[in-house]
């Protein structure tokens, strides 16, 4: 299920993520689910997601206001 566009990205990620970030998140993502492929559905998805927030938390943190760009 990659994402086609930063408005299919899960709530949490669109509500509290600046739009640079949900563009690091999408594209992570869609690499690391083809990049795991392997890993049967669920594995899958789940390390996606790990990925895909790693990817923010080098770029960003966050803070008591929000995320911030590093």
Do not use: C, D
């Amino acid at each position: 299920m990659p994402y086609n566009s930063i408005e299919e990205l899960p709530e949490s990620v669109r509500k509290y993520l600046p739009l640079h970030a949900q563009e690091i998140y999408r594209s992570a993502f869609n690499s690391a689910w083809v990049s795991y492929a392997n890993r049967g559905l669920m594995g899958q998805e789940k390390i996606a997601h790990r990925v895909a927030w790693a990817a923010v938390k080098r770029s960003y943190r966050k803070t008591s206001e929000g995320w911030i760009e590093r």
